[in-house]
């Protein structure tokens, strides 16, 4: 996502700091040729807010990024560290302060409605919903208790151990009861 190629090309090839994501080969490969630094180095101010890589620890501040919220590791809504323009912070349970959601849309809207340069910009939000939990905020979390998700009745869904599924499928145990009612 962050370069445009290929797999064979940026040569990150799963989320270990060996095989690439966030490692050295990710400082001196990947990180020069991202979109934010091509962007940034036409003029563009960029900001990026959330998830960055699952082994993200908050030891740098990637270049390429005017604005930056690098969440440490994986997907997390409470309980979590972020790296904010080269400050670590740690974050709470409390809603109002800390649900990462709330944090990063703050962080993005002050960027994008920062008035103080005519440059354009661009900014890169990357949400934690995609993953379990499933933390909703307090005010949304009564909203669609009634609901049901469409039924997923192909065959494959939720089947691990396929040989003609990609490794990391074929490696990964199936989905939680609760997880399953929600993809």
Request: one cysteine or more; charged letters at 20%; aromatic letters at 14%.
């Amino acid at each position: 996502i962050f370069t445009g190629t290929y797999q064979h090309n940026h040569r990150t090839f799963d989320n270990t700091v060996n095989n690439g994501c966030d490692g050295p080969n990710w400082d001196t490969r990947v990180a020069p040729n991202s979109l934010g630094k091509r962007l940034q180095d036409m003029g563009y101010r960029t900001g990026m807010y959330g998830k960055y890589s699952n082994n993200y620890r908050g030891n740098k501040e990637p270049v390429g990024w005017t604005d930056w919220l690098g969440l440490h590791g994986n997907s997390m809504y409470y309980n979590y560290t972020v790296n904010r323009n080269g400050v670590n912070e740690k974050h709470g349970d409390n809603y109002k302060k800390d649900y990462l959601p709330e944090l990063i849309l703050d962080a993005s809207i002050k960027f994008m409605t920062d008035n103080s340069t005519a440059a354009p910009w661009c900014a890169f939000l990357s949400f934690p919903t995609a993953h379990e939990t499933f933390d909703a905020a307090p005010q949304h979390q009564a909203l669609f208790m009634d609901s049901k998700p469409p039924s997923v009745n192909y065959p494959s869904f939720n089947k691990t151990g396929d040989p003609g599924k990609h490794w990391y499928t074929r490696s990964r145990p199936p989905l939680t009861e609760t997880a399953a009612k929600y993809n």
